[in-house]
């Protein structure tokens, strides 16, 4: 599928439905490939095989489940969770994308976050690859789900269904977000919003052509892993190539050699992704790696760090890369995945912002030629995408003016129908008007979005509103700290006073060097916040990342309040109430 002989006209996103795309893509010769984590082949599925096994599935499916049941599908990188997904769109179900027992938020609560979500959905039947056989152990005895290995549902055979009509107003898959497990809450997507979603990012914000080519390792069960990377694709008629997350986090260079290799022009990561390779450049031999047909290095899922970015732009220039080829952007499964986009014809454009100014008022006030205070850094994440709208609002429900930070509501067709079976739920995320409450917090400047963190993260200090983040990067500074290993929150004792707590995962240290981490950090937080913090040196993998990868500060604070760090219990004081991710 490298190099297409049968070439098709290029439509982008020109489809009501997503059937209708993959009906169209599966007239050409290209389609998706997989890789494994030192760069072979493994398998291959075309549009044309892929709707071929997608429909034949669908007849199967349709045949044993009624039109809208919901339907969970482990979310393997591989051609059977993918044949499974577009087997329910031609169903007429709505497909369920999980997370793996094992992914990089780990596995020890897997079992009762898969349960929670199988409940919440009110899944009927739930699929996994084979060697995930034991998720099924605790359903064994329940007959309100149908559970098989993705190779059993291959094999099904009987009377087909036949297909029905799908509407561009039919639901077209229910996403469970990354930070929703504690208290699932799935968005119901409609295909008229994944479709609007995805004209919006192939047309506006990526501009795609007919010679792009897509490369990932994002996880398919994420909004930016799943639409950006296996649906706009397809709706476009682009050929993809994957690498598992799992073989990414082992090997991020083979990531990059596969843009190298096939050619690819478009791939995206969290910042964290970046940062990776970044720091893998200076012991590897990269003399063979051209990264020059890199048009679009798309940034989305965290926050964006210019460092990082800067970093990544200089460890491989030698090998191609431009800077220019950065592309922020800002979006959340609530409405499909994107909402606006950085321009792509500049390299990303950084606000430098007074930091003393930003944490006494929450104004963003652009920092002065010789600060001496103190800068804080925001990468600008564009504009909306046609068709939609971000207004920044104070917690009065006042509309902002520019450069003042508030709560970044968006409203357009990309807009989640809300979640399933919770009318509460979506009363609160949705208003009356269709503006959706995203609960990220930033600002406009210029009209420009920058995102300055989740409103549940920001720590009410003394009437200050203080960014975790800005604690956590000042720590990793210090040489004895890795990146992603500092988390910073808030907890309130028994009198009400609050204090501020960071946990740095420093592994195994001598009672001397714990001392010293504890008193650089200290100091470290001192400096940039001007206030005073409990520092925690706890084990190695004290951190808790969500299924998509990234920090999960309530959940380090819910194991700290827990007494789970051997080095600090929490003080006797703390009062044990925590707010779960």
């Not at 739930?126 to 059993?152: C, H, M, Q």
């Not at 504690?182 to 995805?198: E, F, L, M, Q, Y």
């Not at 700290?560 to 004081?573: D, H, I, N, Q, V």
């Amino acid at each position: 599928m490298n190099n297409s002989t049968n070439r098709i006209d290029f439509r982008p996103a020109e489809f009501g439905v997503l059937t209708e795309g993959l009906d169209y893509a599966a007239q050409g010769d290209s389609g998706y490939s997989f890789y494994d984590g030192r760069g072979n082949l493994v398998s291959e599925l075309p549009y044309s095989e892929l709707r071929k096994r997608a429909r034949a599935m669908a007849a199967q499916l349709g045949a044993r489940f009624r039109r809208t049941e919901r339907i969970a599908l482990l979310a393997e990188t591989g051609p059977q969770f993918l044949t499974a997904f577009f087997a329910c769109q031609y169903a007429g179900l709505a497909p369920v994308p999980l997370p793996l027992p094992f992914n990089l938020g780990g596995a020890a609560n897997f079992e009762s976050q898969l349960a929670q979500m199988l409940d919440s959905a009110g899944a009927s039947a739930l699929f996994a690859p084979k060697e995930f056989g034991k998720v099924f152990e605790s359903y064994a005895n329940r007959d309100d789900i149908f559970t098989a290995t993705y190779d059993e549902l291959d094999a099904l055979q009987g009377p087909p269904a036949p297909l029905p009509e799908i509407t561009a107003d039919d639901i077209c898959y229910v996403q469970y977000s990354s930070g929703s497990t504690s208290a699932p809450k799935g968005v119901v997507s409609t295909h008229r919003n994944v479709v609007s979603n995805i004209a919006g990012i192939v047309r506006h914000g990526l501009k795609c052509g007919p010679d792009d080519r897509a490369v990932s390792w994002l996880p398919m069960y994420h909004d930016m892993g799943l639409v950006g990377f296996a649906m706009a694709p397809m709706m476009c008629q682009m050929p993809v190539s994957y690498l598992s997350t799992f073989d990414f986090v082992r090997r991020p260079l083979t990531w990059l050699r596969l843009m190298s290799e096939t050619g690819g022009t478009i791939s995206y990561s969290p910042t964290f992704g970046y940062d990776l390779c970044a720091r893998r450049a200076a012991a590897s031999d990269l003399n063979d790696l051209d990264l020059s047909s890199w048009r679009i290095a798309g940034i989305g899922g965290d926050m964006v760090r210019s460092e990082v970015l800067d970093r990544f732009a200089e460890a491989f220039e030698a090998n191609g890369f431009s800077a220019t080829a950065f592309m922020p952007s800002y979006g959340l499964a609530e409405s499909t995945v994107a909402v606006s986009f950085a321009d792509m014809s500049r390299a990303p454009a950084v606000d430098m912002i007074d930091l003393p100014r930003f944490i006494a008022t929450g104004e963003a006030a652009t920092a002065a030629a010789n600060a001496q205070g103190g800068v804080r850094r925001f990468v600008s994440c564009g504009h909306a995408m046609p068709g939609h709208s971000i207004e920044i609002r104070t917690p009065s429900g006042r509309r902002a003016e520019q450069r003042q930070v508030g709560h970044i509501f968006t409203r357009g067709p990309s807009v989640c129908r809300g979640y399933f079976g919770d009318p509460d739920a979506t009363a609160r995320l949705i208003d009356a008007e269709g503006w959706m409450d995203t609960g990220d917090m930033g600002y406009l400047a210029n009209d420009e979005l920058f995102v300055t963190g989740r409103s549940k993260d920001l720590i009410l200090y003394h009437g200050r509103n203080i960014w975790p983040q800005d604690i956590e990067w000042a720590v990793e500074k210090l040489p004895a700290v890795r990146p992603g290993s500092v988390a910073a929150f808030s907890i309130e004792d028994h009198e009400g006073d609050e204090r501020i707590v960071t946990v740095v995962a420093a592994g195994s240290r001598s009672d001397e060097e714990r001392e010293e981490l504890t008193q650089r950090a200290r100091a470290a937080v001192q400096a940039v916040v001007g206030v005073p913090a409990e520092v925690v040196v706890a084990p190695a993998k004290a951190m808790v990342l969500t299924s998509s990868g990234k920090l999960s500060r309530a959940k380090v604070k819910a194991r700290y309040l827990a007494g789970a760090f051997e080095t600090a219990a929490p003080p006797r004081s703390v009062a044990y109430a925590s707010s779960a991710e």
